[in-house]
């Protein structure tokens, strides 16, 4: 997850590659987001990181997991 969003800001500095990347991330045939919010994320990512969720949601697998417990 830590890596994805420093991707995704850093993405945002070319609008090109921030579509090309985002693009990418909303067709993987299995898209895993390990260690999801153990870190801290900007919002502009975590705009990122929803919009690819909702793209993929009912057309591609995701799996997501976390070492964070629900209280959290």
Do not use: W, Y
């Amino acid at each position: 997850m830590d890596d994805l969003a420093r991707r995704l800001v850093i993405a945002r500095g070319d609008s090109i590659a921030h579509q090309k990347l985002l693009n990418e991330l909303s067709n993987i045939d299995l898209l895993i987001i390990d260690d999801f919010l153990t870190v801290g994320v900007d919002s502009d990512a975590a705009s990122d990181l929803f919009a690819i969720l909702a793209i993929c949601e009912h057309r591609l697998p995701t799996m997501i997991a976390s070492q964070t417990g629900p209280a959290r």
